[in-house]
């Protein structure tokens, strides 16, 4: 069908438009929803994402292909809770407390959604509390923290810790990425895992999760 193809390629060029008419022609056709997102919208993601890696796309290619999803995702959402389907998992992202840059925490969050999960977007300068309470508040499986000043690191630590004292056999899981963050900090203050890359990071929540 020449609109699936259309959806398809319409994510990886970053085109909302001819996206949002190719799932509007879809939904109108009777094609099941959770094939149009399983089949077409987030294998195309997975294109972005390593096209993105590989130094082929850079942020605002990524930026569009993004936005192109969202808008397609809207059109779906209704249909796909009134099927009964459920996302992946709810991730509650944001930037730390003290840090209000959010490019690098709207990739993720973007990425997460074509990756299947729902994404509370906590905003940027979130205390403790915030992310802690979010966990109750939206059922979430994980909590994904950013950064990008040295001197807000420490707000992640102190994330980390309270999340697995409030929670600590709720399964939750924390990660964590940024210019300033290295695998061997996200190891330091116990977070569950950790990822340079937008990509990267949907990769390892679906491993988290048990998907992959």
């Known amino acids: 069908m020449d609109d699936l193809k259309q959806l398809f390629d319409g994510i990886v060029e970053g085109k909302a438009k001819p996206v949002r008419a190719a799932t509007e022609a879809a939904i109108a056709a009777g094609i099941d929803p959770i094939i149009l997102l399983n ?8 294109v972005v994402g390593k096209k993105y890696e590989s130094g082929e796309f850079f942020v605002p290619e990524l930026l569009m292909a993004a936005r192109a999803m969202k808008g397609s995702l809207e059109l779906l959402r209704p249909l796909l809770a009134a099927g009964g389907v459920k996302p992946v ?22 990425m997460l959604e074509g990756g299947g999960f729902e994404v509370i ?21 994980i909590v994904a923290l950013s950064a990008l000043l040295t001197t807000t690191m420490s707000s992640m630590k102190a994330v980390v810790e309270a999340v697995k004292a409030v929670a600590p056999d709720s399964g939750v899981k924390v990660i964590v990425g940024g210019a300033p963050i290295t695998e061997r900090f996200a190891m330091e203050i116990g977070a569950d895992g950790y990822s340079s890359t937008a990509s990267g990071a949907v990769g390892l929540a679906r491993r988290l999760v048990g998907l992959s």
């Open 39 to 46: 089949e077409y919208m987030i294998p195309a993601m997975d």
């Open 89 to 110: 998992a709810r991730v509650a992202i944001g930037t730390v407390k003290g840090d209000l840059h959010d490019i690098g925490k709207n990739l993720v969050g973007a």
């Open 121 to 141: 977007d906590l905003g940027t300068d979130v205390p403790v509390e915030r992310f802690v309470g979010a966990i109750a508040e939206h059922e979430v499986t």
